[in-house]
């Protein structure tokens, strides 16, 4: 079952038996992809015991405290390694952990506790099945998304990203029962390009398409040097699209898209994010962030107990996006 966090899902359990009951007999399998370590529990692995297959892939995406309070996603290595022994307790043999590095105030020290990390969990895992059990360590480099806290960030540099990549090598190489997936820096680059772009980039696009460069998701079939090239032929610089950092008055090329949130709120979250502050989960506490009065027409075609937040009285009404006060707010960058 394919979705960003099956887990969250309140009715998980429920579906995978209804799933299991209706194709019962015709040697189905049921797997959920990266799962968040806090919504994992033992009654949802039970669940999934009688129906595995495979692996039991978990995202934890950072391995210190300071970068998981960066990316709002605090859990300790304790919930780590006592979920992943869990897991192997019930019988899985293989997990998979997701990182993903290039977050804003990384450093060497932070991708060095990804390999302690994986080497403390497959040091788990042998405990309960000796020397059985693998570990799948896959690692992508992060993108900063437009719409999203992180798009006044610069992505990291290709040169920075092959030195924490190579550090990984040098210590997850070493243990045959750890496979490590790593993602190749040009690969997030064309990402950046196509996520973070502006109008001028059509016609980057449509002049690596006509130069031959059209399956750039597979690595053999990736033309870099076509994309170079096609950045010269429109006389643009490559690096104002991935590696600048963004003025908090910069209006974007994405800002006439509604996505709900406000602009104000992500700036809010940006600026927490680097200071290490944490939100709590929105279900708990509403922070006004523009997503409610969205929906609120939405809202009101459904119980109000599937929602688990609160109430919204005002109509739904147009998103207009809201630009950040330069005179009000600090500077992150040139």
Request: with cysteine; proline share 4%; glycine share 4%.
């Amino acid at each position: 079952m394919l979705s960003l966090s099956s887990s969250d899902y309140t009715y998980v359990k429920d579906l995978v038996d209804a799933i299991s009951k209706r194709f019962e007999g015709r040697k189905l399998t049921v797997s959920l992809p990266s799962l968040r370590i806090e919504s994992v529990s033992v009654d949802l692995m039970e669940k999934l015991k009688q129906h595995r297959s495979g692996g039991f892939t978990l995202a934890p995406e950072a391995a210190t405290e300071k970068m998981r309070r960066i990316i709002n996603k605090y859990i300790s290595d304790e919930d780590i390694i006592n979920t992943t022994r869990d897991i192997y307790a019930h019988g899985w043999t293989t997990i998979k952990l997701y990182f993903m590095i290039g977050h804003p105030s990384e450093t060497l020290e932070d991708v060095q506790a990804i390999a302690d990390l994986c080497k403390r969990v497959i040091a788990e895992g042998r405990k309960v099945e000796r020397w059985k059990v693998k570990l799948n360590a896959g690692v992508s480099t992060f993108v900063p998304k437009p719409q999203t806290p992180f798009q006044w960030v610069a992505c990291d540099t290709r040169e920075s990203v092959l030195e924490k990549q190579a550090l990984l090598k040098r210590e997850l190489y070493k243990d045959k029962s750890i496979k490590l997936s790593l993602t190749e820096p040009e690969d997030a680059i064309l990402e950046a390009w196509l996520s973070r772009g502006d109008r001028r980039m059509a016609d980057v696009v449509y002049t690596a398409w006509k130069n031959g460069s059209k399956f750039d998701a597979w690595k053999e079939g990736r033309k870099y040097d076509v994309w170079m090239k096609a950045f010269e032929e429109h006389n643009l610089d490559h690096a104002f699209y991935t590696h600048r950092q963004r003025r908090t008055d910069e209006v974007f090329p994405w800002e006439h898209i509604g996505a709900a949130l406000r602009k104000n709120f992500l700036f809010q979250d940006f600026r927490m994010s680097l200071e290490g502050e944490i939100r709590v989960d929105c279900r708990l506490n509403c922070f006004a962030c523009g997503i409610l009065p969205t929906f609120a027409n939405l809202r009101r075609e459904n119980p109000g107990e599937e929602w688990k937040c609160p109430e919204v009285k005002s109509p739904a009404r147009k998103v207009i996006s809201e630009t950040v006060n330069s005179n009000q707010l600090p500077v992150v960058g040139d």
